[in-house]
């Protein structure tokens, strides 16, 4: 049996009295695409920020390829905490992208790109920039290089922020609602730049609310509800053929308010 | 108005070699209350509360009496203290110490309306805290703080003319000198006032300058 590239066992996670996940688990195998959809307030952002231990979670396991990240069971079965140093270690494996781009507002877009390979990665200077310059080019962000952010459009800015995240040669890639911050005409261009990611064999953990986007793209979806797995399956079982009838609720609603993107030109 | 115009040109000779030791005064003293001011900064996001309560107290008192006692307690206390200081020594330590803290207060203001995402984008490509602090929140706090920094800046200039009350003979100082050989006080003090309104006028500038500089990178 082949090893799940990312195993999240039993995570759970409060903000004072507030439950935000109370035991999740799922697995995504290298490759894969899983989208994770639910109701505003479900725990989806939280999940994602737990998982790169953004957010310390209370309870639960994350491995990536067999390597535990933060919570870590030890041999006397006692759980330990990893040292902050020893999990921005591991952090890099992920690369993450925010529905805000977070990009670094005082670096040009080459340096965004470059900083953290060499700062973090200890990566020669030359090669990084060469690989940004080729991240750029194939985002079709050549001759933004010495561009600031602030001149960007929300959709480039988005496409730096992939790049940044894939300089520094993750092995999955966590998009927290990477199209919720972006105009309506610009979702599209990002969602199909996904998509493009996603062919490419990026294995994706996407937290959307585009749900025609999860439906041509996803291999998998997970429903969540009030902090834990509500629904998962195929994308066409879980969106097509809903059993959960919360789900079947969200998904109405969603259908009621927008269309979805059209991205069903050639099948996936 | 009796105003001696002869005079008033003849102070300026004295005055602008006085000038000197304003700007040395205040570009040391500017240097070392930005890094006092920006090591406070950090200081105080340590959450330790003994050390947080111990620079809220140093804050209250420094914000709270007037810079001028301050000069004389540097002036007598620190040489009761042991330390064998010149005036102009001890006048730039007790206008850093000021300017410190009110810088600090400034950068407090600039990060607490600062987007913390860059931050977390930080945290997520494995960038340890303090490389954070050094390339990713500090060089933004000071573009962003910029305005208020210069202002800071400018206060030290006219803080240094206070160290004329400890012997520093400085451009207010040697104003003084002039009126008392020349008896025309209202000539020389102009004049001070002039030269060192002019280095305040290059620091704003300067500021203004870097600040279009820097808009494009602003967050």
């Known amino acids: 049996m082949t090893r799940p590239l990312l195993k999240v066992s039993n995570l759970a996670k409060s903000f004072g009295t507030m439950t935000a996940l109370r035991d999740i688990s799922f697995e995504v195998e290298a490759g894969e695409v899983v989208c994770i959809i639910g109701p505003s307030g479900c725990g989806k952002s939280t999940l994602l920020r737990c998982i790169n231990y953004l957010t310390f979670p209370d309870g639960g396991f994350v491995e990536v390829d067999g390597t535990h990240i933060g919570r870590e069971p030890g041999r ?137 986007f999860a439906r041509h793209v996803a291999d998998r979806v997970i429903f969540l509800d009030g902090g834990l797995v509500a629904e998962q399956g195929p994308a066409r079982q879980v969106l097509g053929d809903p059993q959960n009838p919360r789900l079947r609720e969200f998904l109405a609603q969603i259908h009621e308010v927008a269309a979805p993107a059209d991205l069903s030109t050639p099948s996936h | 108005m009796d105003f001696d115009l002869a005079a008033f040109g003849d102070a300026f000779p004295r005055l602008l070699p006085a000038a000197l030791t304003n700007l040395t005064i205040a570009l040391v003293a500017m240097t070392l209350a930005l890094i006092g001011g920006t090591v406070l900064t950090v200081l105080r996001t340590t959450g330790i509360g003994l050390l947080t309560g111990a620079i809220g107290v140093l804050i209250s008192f420094i914000r709270g009496t007037p810079i001028l006692v301050q000069i004389f307690l540097f002036y007598y206390g620190l040489p009761a203290l042991g330390l064998d200081l010149t005036p102009i020594q001890a006048g730039v330590l007790a206008i850093a110490l000021n300017s410190s803290i009110f810088i600090t207060e400034i950068m407090r203001g600039g990060l607490s309306g600062m987007d913390p995402g860059p931050v977390e984008a930080a945290i997520a490509l494995g960038v340890r805290a303090r490389t954070i602090w050094t390339r990713v929140i500090l060089p933004q706090l000071y573009i962003r703080i910029l305005p208020p920094l210069v202002n800071e800046l400018t206060t030290i200039v006219k803080g240094t003319a206070l160290l004329s009350v400890i012997t520093v003979v400085e451009v207010l100082r040697t104003a003084q000198q002039i009126a008392n050989t020349t008896f025309r006080p209202l000539e020389a003090l102009l004049a001070a006032a002039i030269v060192l309104f002019a280095l305040n006028l290059a620091i704003s500038q300067l500021g203004r300058r870097i600040e279009t500089r820097f808009a494009a990178r602003r967050g």
């Open chain 1, 76 to 212: 006397d079965g006692k759980v330990r905490m990893q040292s902050h140093k020893r999990i921005d270690q591991l952090r890099p494996m992920m690369g993450f992208v925010f529905q805000q781009f977070n990009l670094w507002p005082h670096m040009t877009v080459l340096e965004n790109i470059a900083r953290g390979p060499v700062k973090v990665q200890r990566r020669p200077r030359e090669e990084v920039e060469r690989q940004a310059r080729a991240l750029l080019a194939r985002f079709g962000l050549a001759g933004k290089e010495d561009a600031y952010p602030s001149a960007l459009s929300g959709g480039q800015k988005q496409r730096v922020a992939i790049a940044r995240a894939l300089a520094m040669e993750p092995r999955l890639m966590l998009f927290d609602e990477p199209t919720s911050a972006l105009d309506p005409e610009i979702v599209k261009e990002v969602l199909l730049f996904l998509r493009e990611l996603a062919d490419s064999g990026m294995t994706m953990v996407i937290v959307t609310h585009e749900i025609g």
